[in-house]
């Protein structure tokens, strides 16, 4: 990989590419881009002068001109180093590449690698540069490259015929990579007709169906680097150098669109960095993670396995269940003090319900669908439509019999199904059945900000217990969107108050909130600093329409619509679990572990007693086992060790005799001697810490 540590050199696999495709393709799409370009540079010129001014975030205005000035012109007025190291900008909340001329008066931003929009930008053109070297090298038909989801690195999926990729092609792949690198090649953007992409990707069937699916009126974009001429709706940063080191990760395989009935593709992850530092550290983080995959070690502690019958439904063993339960047992206390209902709903459902909800229509393909007496039904992939048919079950009001109705928070550990596809399936992070802890509350737009507020006062109760740091973003009202602004308005200034009230630092996503409502996206950070997407809070206007769900205000003929609220703190409880696992690095905290102490005779003179403390220990409410081998005292500790019990407890004959325990910490040499008494007590106070 390059940039990362040594390995053993390999020779590159032998493999034969379709020349005849690619000499006939780049030189055309480049023809096509440049004499695309050549007009709407003219063109630019022609209409270009006009003075603008151009906002900063401090308040200072600087001059430019229509159609000429750029951001990377304003950056260098700000200073050289600036210039040097911005990625990407902003144009009145809109991603802009930084050599793209401004088109009059704006409000503008810089961002660099260190900003969430410069590493998703950075990413994004490592993309084109991943997907430049795989159609230069195998003349392959390159379908999608996006930086991934959970916001580190990139892939690219492409089609390859019979070829299949591993990382013994990483090295070959690389090296044309960084080639791109080396060239400093500009990233081009031109603004291209329906019919001129059509013609210009006319060899790629999978491009061709991206472009027939795009929108009649959607400007459609494509940028060129190199001789990767390529569609994208962009932007990217100003040239290939930026990404000075450059790796694989891995490959595996993809369907196109995620479908299993299309092509079967080739997916190629890579990661990059502005330098070779921060490369090797990200390895050497990939690396030691490795170590605490959580299949792995869900397999080494008994905790949960797969079996190839049910894929991607997982099976919990006697400790896995231990801790499954006592997260789950965790948010309910919560709930209690919170103001939760807990509640159950059907697994199954008539698609009729489906069909109210939009489900059907949009989420169709991921659910499992059956027939039952010559009618559909299909298993439930969320709670939410369920809990729209309990809230209008019977009529609501804002107040009953002199106490609030509203806000109702309704809580459901219901067992979820999506009808993932098996490549798609990863342990248990992506999975097809699975729990969540998931709620809906449904409150008059005036409690949206108390409850919000309290939301996010749970979520931080429960991350701070996790030992997780999270970041905050709230996404407001996108271009495409159901209700009126004026309702948006009011929603998105109260998680703003929320937000502001809530003493955590925020930040803002303009334009990123889902259609029905705006949303505060929660990203964790676990102790091997990756990020990872868990709780959810999202508002919705559009369920309580589809539902027609309604309560009677103040004056009782008049009904008002609910805004219904959706969280989850965990979220899927197997998610959790892996994340955990593999965040703890195996070793369970004392109050969720499902190994918390173990008892070991020195001899078997003393095993009366030990089993004596054992079933003290267990009444008390305990995990705790015994060891009444024959194995000498010092490998029975040490076997207690390497299976994470948080405390192994020797008893020899002086213990029996006063009634105490000997007790050893699962990572310290120490020791302390402790009356059972005591030890409870110890105990009892360890896990109302959460320790």
Not at 581 to 591: A, I, V
Request: glycine share 6%; with cysteine.
């Amino acid at each position: 990989m390059g940039g990362a540590p040594d390995a053993k050199p390999k020779s590159a696999p032998y493999h034969s590419k379709d020349e005849e495709y690619l000499s006939c393709v780049i030189p055309k799409r480049i023809a096509i881009f440049e004499a695309i370009k050549s007009e709407q540079i003219s063109h630019r010129r022609s209409i270009s002068g006009d003075p603008i001014k151009i906002t900063l975030p401090d308040g200072t205005v600087k001059e430019g001109r229509k159609w000429e000035t750029t951001p990377f012109d304003i950056a260098k007025q700000i200073s050289k180093g600036l210039a040097s190291n911005a990625l990407i900008s902003q144009v009145n909340g809109v991603l802009w590449d930084m050599s793209r001329a401004l088109e009059g008066d704006c409000e503008l931003k810089l961002f660099t690698f260190d900003s969430d929009e410069g590493r998703d930008t950075f990413w994004h053109s490592s993309a084109h540069i991943l997907g430049q070297a795989l159609e230069m090298e195998y003349g392959c038909k390159l379908c999608i490259g996006p930086c991934t989801t959970r916001g580190e690195g990139f892939y690219y999926d492409a089609f390859y015929g019979e070829l299949g990729l591993n990382e013994d092609h990483f090295k070959q792949i690389e090296s044309v990579a960084l080639k791109a690198v080396a060239e400093k090649q500009p990233f081009e953007r031109i603004e291209v007709s329906r019919n001129q992409a059509l013609e210009m990707f006319s060899e790629n069937g999978f491009k061709i169906e991206i472009i027939k699916d795009l929108p009649e009126d959607k400007t459609i974009t494509v940028y060129r680097c190199g001789p990767l001429v390529d569609l994208c709706r962009g932007p990217h940063i100003p040239n290939t150098s930026f990404a000075k080191a450059f790796a694989c990760l891995k490959a595996s395989s993809a369907y196109w669109r995620g479908n299993k009935d299309r092509e079967s593709l080739q997916r190629v992850y890579g990661i990059s960095y502005p330098d070779s530092k921060r490369l090797k550290e990200y390895i050497a983080r990939i690396e030691e993670a490795k170590k605490y995959d959580h299949r792995l070690l869900g397999v080494k502690q008994e905790l949960f396995f797969c079996h190839p019958l049910s894929p991607g439904s997982w099976f919990f063993l006697p400790h896995g269940g231990r801790i499954y339960n006592k997260l789950m047992d965790f948010i309910k206390a919560q709930y209690k003090e919170r103001g939760y209902h807990e509640v159950f709903s059907p697994t199954m459902y008539n698609m009729q319900l489906w069909e109210t909800s939009g489900h059907a229509a949009n989420y169709k393909e991921n659910m499992f669908v059956f027939e039952v007496e010559k009618q559909e039904f299909g298993l439930k992939p969320m709670n939410c439509p369920g809990h729209c048919l309990m809230f209008e079950h019977r009529v609501r009001s804002y107040r009953v019999d002199g106490f609030a109705e509203l806000p109702l928070r309704f809580a459901d550990f219901g067992v979820l199904h999506r009808n993932e596809a098996s490549g798609a399936l990863t342990g248990l992070t992506r999975v097809r059945r699975f729990q969540q802890d998931d709620a809906h509350i449904f409150c008059r737009e005036s409690q949206i900000k108390d409850e919000v507020m309290g939301v996010l006062d749970f979520i931080n109760y429960a991350y701070n217990i996790f030992g997780f740091t999270y970041d905050l973003k709230l996404s407001t009202r996108p271009d495409k969107y159901l209700g009126d602004p004026e309702t948006w308005d009011k929603a998105e200034a109260a998680l703003t108050d929320a937000l502001n009230q809530s003493g955590k630092p925020w930040e803002i996503n303009e334009g990123d909130g889902a259609f029905y409502g705006p949303k505060i996206d929660i990203s964790v950070s676990d102790a091997l600093n990756r990020k990872f997407q868990c709780a959810t809070l999202q508002l919705d206007f559009q369920l309580p329409s589809r539902f027609d769900l309604s309560y009677s205000a103040e004056d009782e003929a008049k009904r008002e619509r609910p805004v219904m609220i959706h969280r989850a703190i965990l979220g899927s409880v197997e998610r959790m679990f892996a994340i955990l696992l593999e965040h703890y690095k195996g070793k369970w905290p004392f109050w969720l572990s499902p190994r918390q102490a173990i008892v070991c005779p020195v001899s078997e003179k003393s095993q009366p007693y030990a089993l004596k403390v054992r079933d003290q220990i267990h009444q008390a409410g305990y995990y705790v086992d015994v060891d009444t081998t024959d194995r000498k005292i010092q490998k029975k500790v040490r076997e207690a060790q390497l299976a994470q019990y948080n405390f192994i407890l020797v008893v020899g004959e002086e213990e029996a005799n006063t009634g105490q325990v000997s007790v050893r910490v699962r990572d310290k040499g120490d020791h302390s001697v402790m009356s059972m008494e005591d030890l409870l007590s110890f105990f009892k106070s360890e896990t109302a810490a959460f320790h």
